[in-house]
């Protein structure tokens, strides 16, 4: 059996920033990244829309908040010094109608709050300045935003951590993790390694990860898929940077939107519905082994009693162009039908408690032998580098 310091489950944008941090400081560490799949990056991380968020949504002080300040100027350094396409196009958010305007002031004083400079309120006139297209009450002007391929960042993460000694193992999948002695093996579907630590940054699989070395975990990830459309050649001057809605207050998703991309095109969209396998694409696209696993869990049962309006109106856009279009003609009211064609999707690994409560906020617990990452969604790729860093100052504690 090989025996490395630290193993690290997960070779998403999250495991590889945190292994890189642990080797920038300790290259000495013998470091492991064990993945399932054949590639890095295959699920969160590679079906990411390419926005790097500038902070302005998140609760100041919440690690949300704290992680993706500190982390969006770190990836912007990392983007520079090792040539990384990227691009400070800015967005706006904007409101249709006066009853969305308090939800947009709340925004922009989070945003002030969390410390971002150049935000700015803007008329309906200002916004259709930036935007010529978009019809609106009100707006904010965000400059910050940018774009990027997160695939390209997360290949990048990964050639540092190699070149500084450590290991990327792929078809690596984990099945068992326990402790004896001090020691702690994991088992994965073909072999068994030795570690005197454990990294869990298994996204869509974390809450079963964490339950093989802290079994009491009361919660469970609940996969939202996210589905796009995208604008075709002929109409993507309709949109020249980013634009957003104001989110429902009361529903933990922005709302379908347009993102320009950096390999060029527009995507539009997501929707959030719950996908019924966690890495479930498509709608028909089911394991009825995981579909179970939610809906029998007692916290998922409270969500949807919660917000079953909202998550009729989601599925109702999954299932039919025209609703999905109406949401967009809201923002841009130009678009139609037939300037669209399928484009990807992505599941979000949202965590949820036994009571209900979608949580917020980035989610961590730890014990002697293990650190688990038990709910990272967006910013995480923004805060990448960030949230790498304060795992690996839990990690470095131990040595």
């Known amino acids: 059996m090989r025996q490395f310091d630290v193993i690290i489950v997960g070779a998403g944008i999250v495991g590889l920033a945190t292994g890189l941090s642990l080797l920038k400081r300790r290259p000495e560490l013998k470091v492991c990244i064990l993945e399932k799949e054949r590639d ?15 902070g302005i949504y998140y609760k100041p002080g919440s690690l949300k908040a704290t992680n993706c300040l500190n982390g969006y100027k770190m990836l912007l350094d990392f983007c520079v010094a090792n040539e990384v396409p990227y691009e400070l196009c800015g967005k706006v958010i904007v409101a249709t109608s006066e009853a969305e305007l308090p939800v947009l002031d709340n925004i922009f004083k989070r945003g002030a709050s969390n410390g971002l400079s150049g935000l700015k309120k803007i008329s309906a006139e200002e916004v259709r300045e930036i935007e010529p297209h978009v019809r609106c009450v009100a707006g904010i002007r965000v400059p910050q935003t940018g774009i990027v391929d997160y695939k390209i960042v997360a290949e990048k993460y990964r050639q540092l951590f190699e070149q500084t000694g450590g290991e990327v193992l792929l078809n690596e999948e984990v099945k068992d993790i326990f402790t004896k002695n001090k020691i702690t093996t994991v088992v994965s579907g073909r072999q068994e390694f030795l570690t005197k630590l454990v990294v869990n940054c298994a996204g869509l699989y974390s809450d079963k990860i964490s339950r093989m070395t802290m079994p009491d975990i009361r919660l469970q990830i609940v996969p939202f898929r996210g589905e796009y459309y995208m604008l075709k050649k002929e109409k993507q001057q309709l949109v020249r940077h980013l ?5 429902n207050p009361d529903f933990p998703f922005l709302g379908v939107h347009f993102t320009r991309m950096i390999g060029g095109g527009v995507e539009a969209g997501p929707n959030a519905v719950l996908a019924f396998r966690r890495e479930g694409y498509t709608n028909h696209d089911v394991h009825w082994g995981e579909l179970w696993q939610t809906l029998r869990f007692a916290g998922f049962r409270k969500v949807a009693r919660k917000y079953w309006r909202e998550g009729w109106g989601e599925m109702y856009r ?14 841009v009211p130009e678009i139609r039908d037939e300037d669209l064609e399928p484009g990807g999707a992505g599941v979000r690994a949202q965590a949820c408690d036994e009571h209900g409560n979608l949580i917020d906020d ?6 002697e032998f293990v650190v688990n990452v038990c709910n990272a969604p967006s910013p995480a790729a923004t805060a990448s580098l960030s949230i790498g860093t304060t795992i690996a100052d839990k990690v470095l504690k131990r040595f």
């Open 318 to 331: 999954s299932f039919s162009k025209k609703a999905f279009v109406a949401s967009l003609q809201k923002l």
């Open 40 to 54: 890095i990056a295959q699920h969160q991380t590679g079906h990411n829309s390419g926005v790097i968020h500038s």
């Open 243 to 247: 634009i957003y809605p104001v989110p």
């Open 362 to 367: 980035f989610l961590i617990f730890e014990n």
